[in-house]
């Protein structure tokens, strides 16, 4: 079994910075992309962007683009999610995925493995 724990939520002002981590843990295991999602209150959880695990390829949804940056570390285990010029409309629970399929793609949908999530709240 693969645990993915995230951490680094919590409360910012709007206009500032949050890093959020993502570390996996377990059995030795090889994912193709992790990924992060986030769920606002009353609303479906949405994609917010990957990284193929291998090639460290990027992709954001236009919603964050020039604003967030995902990033992994492998020796870590770890992948990041650099949040920056933050807005109420971030405010979340941020969820990372595993995905154990192989991709040439960041996938939307099908990640097999969840982290519990973390909470972003940007308010002022």
């Known amino acids: 079994q693969v645990q993915l724990v995230e951490s680094g939520g919590g409360l910012v002002q709007p206009g500032g910075s949050l890093r959020l981590s993502c570390a996996a843990s377990g059995r030795t295991f090889s994912w193709y992309v992790m990924g992060w999602f986030r769920q606002a209150p009353g609303k479906e959880r949405e994609f917010v962007g990957g990284i193929r695990w291998s090639s460290q390829s990027t992709y954001v949804v236009d919603s964050v683009k020039g604003r967030f940056t995902i990033s992994r570390d492998d020796a870590k285990k770890t992948m990041y999610l650099q949040m920056n010029s933050l807005k109420p409309e971030d405010t979340a629970v941020y969820y990372c995925?595993?995905?154990?399929?192989?991709?040439?793609?960041?996938?939307?949908?099908?990640?097999?493995?969840w982290g519990q999530g973390t909470q972003v709240n940007v308010s002022s």
């Open positions: 995925a595993a995905d154990s399929n192989p991709s040439e793609t960041v996938p939307m949908t099908g990640y097999d493995y």
